[in-house]
């Protein structure tokens, strides 16, 4: 059954003031490669305008590894480890390899160990008290921009989803009407009627049905 009209829109007017249970981490002008402009990437002083181009035709880049791979061929590794402080692919925390979390600018071996250690997340909140163990909250913060927590379709509060990066109201509204979701095949499906294949593919990245609660 999908939500009611009425019911949706008084929702949708509360995502934008909360984002306390929000799922992504807190961007701090952090660039999503699958959403910056040509003219935002071609800013970056590593990145030249052919490259921006190289960049903008690779899209959508649905793992870290993906634009590292990218990258890796027309940068030193010095000149990546200063982009990555501008230009990132957010990642799974409980699947992503060890060898793309230390990517993450600053890391080290431990905190990869210490990222690994407390699988599965269930929250961002989780996050951030087990890293907080470790590291100070100004780091905690500069870490959590870079990953995510997966957002169950069903269960998931619309502040949560807001905090997908690329999600405005409409496709925000579209996550909520087609409750439940019963397979992520019929997140596909219904999400391919507003936006490209490639979108629904970035956008699923972040989401999940659990369908042992159906």
Same mark, same amino acid.
């Given at each position: 059954m999908t939500l009611s009209r009425?019911?949706?829109a008084a929702t949708l007017c509360l995502f934008v003031a909360s984002t306390v249970n929000a799922q992504v981490g807190k961007n701090q002008h952090l660039l999503n490669p699958n959403l910056a402009t040509q003219d935002d990437l071609s800013a970056l002083?590593?990145?030249?305008?052919?490259?921006? #181009?190289?960049?903008i035709d690779g899209r959508p880049f649905l793992g870290m590894d993906k634009l590292h791979a990218l990258l890796s061929g027309s940068l030193s590794s010095e000149q990546m480890k200063k982009i990555y402080l501008k230009l990132f692919v957010p990642i799974n925390?409980?699947? =992503? #390899?060890k060898e793309v979390i230390g990517l993450i600018p600053g890391i080290g071996k431990r905190m990869?160990?210490?990222?690994? =250690?407390?699988r599965p997340y269930k929250a961002m909140a989780q996050?951030?008290?087990?890293?907080? #163990?470790?590291?100070?909250?100004?780091?905690v913060a500069k870490?959590?921009?870079?990953?995510?927590?997966?957002?169950?379709?069903n269960k998931a509060k619309p502040e949560d989803f807001a905090t997908i990066p690329g999600v405005g109201k409409k496709m925000l509204h579209e996550f909520m009407e087609y409750r439940p979701y019963k397979a992520?095949?019929?997140?596909?499906?219904?999400?391919?009627k507003y936006v490209s294949k490639d979108e629904v593919a970035r956008l699923e990245r972040?989401?999940?049905?659990?369908? #042992?609660?159906l």
């Open positions: 009425s019911l949706l002083p590593e990145i030249s305008p052919d490259l921006a #181009k190289k960049i925390l409980n699947t =992503e #390899k990869i160990h210490e990222f690994e =250690e407390y996050f951030r008290r087990e890293m907080g #163990k470790y590291v100070d909250k100004e780091t870490f959590e921009q870079y990953v995510f927590v997966p957002l169950d379709l992520m095949a019929q997140f596909r499906r219904e999400m391919g972040y989401v999940f049905v659990d369908t #042992k609660s």
